[in-house]
């Protein structure tokens, strides 16, 4: 009978014991594969190393902290089956409204002149709210409504850009509280960096062992029939989403504190790179399946990737062209390794 | 090809293959097919007359649907060859297959659901005018006289969505028609449609046999091989075993083949001590699809609930799950009236319903059989502080894997890759994890092979001694009449009986069913 699994591309036949290689053991294999590559071509253009090099390592990982935050967040989106097109433009409204509260008094304070110093978690509070409240419309939208979660999140994404403008008219907004800034500065400039790994574990936590993250798999995997064993999906579909949206104000408080200036034109397509973190490391788009350690994965990929064409001194323009061939690559291993499935009757 | 061409391809005489020039219009010989660590096919011949409708018949995995794949030109056969009006050719893709004269008629319908019928018919052969457009007014009158030949009566102006799966399979017919076939390819055509249906499909698959079409026809259901097939081969584990004349053998004599076993017993119906009534439904009504729907159910009981497809007897069992509220009517569980308005409600309340639709409604197809099993039972059980214990739930999910007997390496098996009747006992075992005292069946047993069926049957029959009071749906006559103790009746939305097992027998419930 045909019963018996085929071994899959890329994966090693265990049949005889009982646990398998994750998934993403391949994904980190390319992403040592990618830095690898930079290494020698760096000794072959450059004459230097591209990974020995400390303060490169800083920054590659600095610059993937943000987008993997929110990436963590689209994660368990797309598990659902969604998308979130939203984040960026939830990063630029949270970071303009809670920038208000977070400047100190040794500046022309914009929308509250007369606002005493803050404490960072109150700017903080703020941030994450705002984004969970967008995240909470896409949800409500998307479950009440039943419009998809493509154009849900769209109307978010073009609306919170505009509120994100209308907030200061524009104006940036800068001179952050000591205490503030050290969200983005702290802990020897790490601080993003940990924050990062520290809502990856939880989600990673949460997605495997916990019911929340068992019916986030169901969901996404058969909506109707995680409706018939008793899962309440739009309840869950709202909190799925008010959690991207957490993260996400969340994201925003990190970036603006470390770059001590909050912009209405900030965090552009970071809802793609984000996107593209998680396709990158094997969440699949039609949903069910994936891991918040892939994603992680896939967000090095991006960073390394990143940082090594500019460290090969590669044209601005060239790296989005070779970004974007990456991102659909990645959608066609994707769907090949789905064919493969199906194909077994 | 132009439109003069495509009328005279409709033109049948022409096409009337000439039985004389050769015995077989298609032979399969020694056809060989393996997938990465499966032999799915091992030297597998079936030889089909033209004029003749020749079923394939074999559990699910034994190998039918690839055997199919191979002369529709999906999958290439690793070794043997295929031979059509005695020659041998090659079909390396569908259209190959198509255009040399097989066509194929899936189970799941492939039909663009936003076009209309002659659309559907005529893609990628639409008749042009002069000026190189579609030719509608050409297209509607090929349609229709392909109809009228085939005795099918529907507008080729409406769209395949609003039209009812048994049309929708006619649409299938006329199309595959309409490309001359000599073999036709029909992959379980009556999973889907009512016994009415039924009988014009096979006044069609008579006149078509008339016509000198080979017809392979896939099926699970034996009183249909009797009625329309001429001659039936039999697979087992992707070996050929046999192929005779239906008119030769019974219908045990099949089973037999089919399983390599003799089914001593089919339907392991025992005698249960009744307990008290468990659940008790009044004047059930959700509107405009069943009304008035009244009955007990006791502990230790099997209420069947038969009736034609679409007489609302899924419905029904949808809406004691709480998955369609009723509009009224009451529903009490030991005499007590509850209120069920969402499946989770339902599942609180000890019920546990198998839905109709393994695929749509049942197997989370991207996850694991643990993770399958286990869902249903992640609202209290099992769950401390919103983390699942993982190591109590495994333990119980294996228990339950090899109580059912599911087959598969281990739990962390993808559930796509499991048989038919694998995956529904994983569906089973997800709700007999739940320890429900009310079990709710749709179909338990279908489109599965005759080993699980037999299993699936027993475990209900022990169910009931365990005192769970089970409603059972089932379209098939012999199960309904073999496992129930009582037998509801619908019809168009209202039950009209209520039969004892004693006076319960074919006649009367077809019966009460088609009023």
């Not at chain 1, 303060?55 to 994660?75: D, F, K, P, W």
């Not at chain 1, 409204?97 to 404490?119: E, G, R, V, Y």
């Not at chain 2, 004047?283 to 699809?289: A, D, E, K, R, S």
């Not at chain 2, 009517?329 to 319903?353: D, Q």
């Amino acid at each position: 009978m045909i019963t018996r699994t085929a071994t899959a591309p890329g994966e090693v036949p265990v049949m005889a014991s009982r646990k398998r290689l994750p998934p993403e053991v391949s994904i980190f294999l390319v992403l040592i594969g990618i830095a690898a590559f930079f290494e020698i071509l760096g000794w072959f253009i450059v004459g230097q190393s591209f990974l020995t090099n400390v303060s490169r390592l800083q920054i590659i990982i600095l610059q993937v902290s943000v987008i993997g935050i929110i990436a963590v967040g689209v994660t368990q989106v797309i598990i659902t089956g969604g998308i979130d097109l939203s984040s960026g433009s939830v990063v630029a409204m949270c970071a303009m409204i809670a920038a208000t509260f977070a400047q100190s008094s040794n500046w022309p304070k914009l929308i509250h002149p007369s606002l005493a110093d803050m404490p960072f978690f109150v700017p903080l509070m703020i941030g994450l709210a705002v984004g969970a409240l967008a995240g909470f419309i896409n949800g409500w939208l998307i479950t009440k409504t039943k419009i998809p979660p493509f154009i849900a999140t769209l109307g978010m994404m073009v609306t919170a850009r505009g509120i994100a403008r209308w907030y200061t008219d524009g104006s940036p907004v800068s001179g952050f509280t000591q205490s503030f800034t050290l969200l983005g500065n702290g802990l020897d400039r790490w601080m993003p960096v940990v924050i990062f790994l520290l809502v990856a574990a939880i989600f990673h936590i949460v997605m495997r062992y916990t019911r929340f993250g068992k019916f986030t798999y169901a969901i996404g995997a058969n909506p109707q029939a995680a409706r018939v064993s008793g899962i309440n999906i739009d309840t869950h579909l709202i909190k799925v989403y008010m959690i991207a949206g957490l993260l996400t104000g969340l994201a925003a408080m990190v970036a603006i504190a470390r770059i001590k200036t909050a912009q209405a034109g900030m965090g552009l397509m970071y809802e793609l790179d984000a996107i593209a973190a998680a396709v990158i490391g094997g969440v699949s788009l039609s949903g069910g399946r994936g891991r918040i350690t892939g994603t992680v994965i896939g967000a090095l990929i991006l960073g390394v990737m990143l940082s090594g064409f500019t460290f090969l001194r590669v044209d601005a323009y060239y790296q989005d062209i070779i970004k974007g061939c990456i991102i659909v690559a990645a959608v066609i291993v994707d769907q090949y390794r789905q064919g493969k499935r199906s194909k077994k009757t | 090809m132009n439109s003069a061409s495509q009328v005279a391809a409709l033109d049948m005489n022409s096409a009337v293959p000439q039985p004389q020039d050769y015995e077989y219009v298609l032979e399969v010989i020694n056809a060989r097919k393996e997938f990465p660590g499966v032999v799915a096919l091992d030297d597998v011949s079936l030889r089909v007359r033209p004029g003749t409708v020749h079923a394939l018949m074999g559990e699910n995995g034994a190998g039918k649907s690839t055997l199919m794949k191979i002369i529709a030109g999906i999958y290439q056969p690793d070794g043997g060859e295929v031979r059509l009006r005695g020659s041998a050719v090659e079909l390396p893709t569908p259209l190959t297959a198509q255009e040399a004269g097989i066509a194929m008629i899936h189970q799941e319908l492939l039909l663009m659901d936003y076009m209309t019928v002659a659309e559907n018919i005529w893609i990628r052969r639409e008749p042009k005018n002069r000026f190189g457009f579609v030719d509608h007014d050409q297209m509607r009158r090929n349609t229709l006289e392909l109809f009228n030949r085939l005795n099918i009566n529907l507008d080729p102006d409406a769209e395949i969505r609003d039209l009812s799966v048994a049309n929708r399979q006619m649409v299938e017919i006329a199309k595959a028609v309409s490309f001359n076939s000599d073999v036709l390819i029909m992959d379980e055509p009556t999973s889907a449609i009512t016994e009415k249906e039924v009988a014009h499909l096979f006044d069609i698959i008579r006149d078509l046999k008339a016509q000198g079409i080979g017809i392979v026809y896939i099926t699970h259901k034996m009183n249909e091989l009797f009625e329309i097939a001429d001659e039936f081969s039999v697979f087992r584990d992707g070996r050929y075993i046999a192929t005779h004349a239906s008119t030769e053998v019974t219908r045990d004599d099949i089973i037999r083949m089919m399983v390599g076993r003799e089914i001593t017993q089919m339907f392991p119906k025992e005698d249960v001590a009744l307990g008290e009534v468990v659940l008790s439904v009044r004047n059930l009504t959700l509107n405009g699809v069943f009304r008035d729907i009244s009955f007990d159910v006791r502990a230790g009981e099997i209420l069947g609930l038969a009736g034609l497809v679409g007489s609302g007897r899924s419905n029904v069992a949808e809406t004691l799950f709480g998955v369609t509220p009723a509009d009224s009517g009451t529903i009490s569980i030991k005499g007590r009236e509850v209120s069920v308005s969402s499946p989770h409600e339902a599942i609180k309340l000890g019920m546990a319903f198998l839905t109709e639709d393994r695929k749509d409604t049942g197997c989370f197809l991207p996850l694991d059989i643990q993770e399958n099993i286990q869902v249903a039972v992640l609202h209290d059980q099992y769950v401390k502080g919103g983390f699942v214990s993982e190591a109590e739930l495994e333990n119980a999910s294996e228990e339950m894997g090899r109580k059912l007997r599911i087959k598969t390496p281990d739990m962390q098996e993808c559930i796509e890759n499991l048989s038919g009747g694998n995956q529904q006992k994983v569906l089973i075992a997800r709700w007999l994890l739940t320890n429900p005292g009310i079990l709710i069946l749709d179909e338990p047993t279908r489109g599965i092979d005759v080993g699980a069926k037999a299993e699936i049957h027993s475990l209900i029959t022990q169910l009931a001694h365990k005192g769970v009071a089970v409603v059972m749906i089932s379209s098939e006559m012999p199960e309904v009449l073999g496992m129930s103790d009582r037998i509801l009746v619908m019809h168009e939305g209202r039950a009209t009986g209520i039969l004892d097992r004693e006076e319960a027998d074919q006649v009367k419930i077809m019966d009460l069913a088609a009023q």
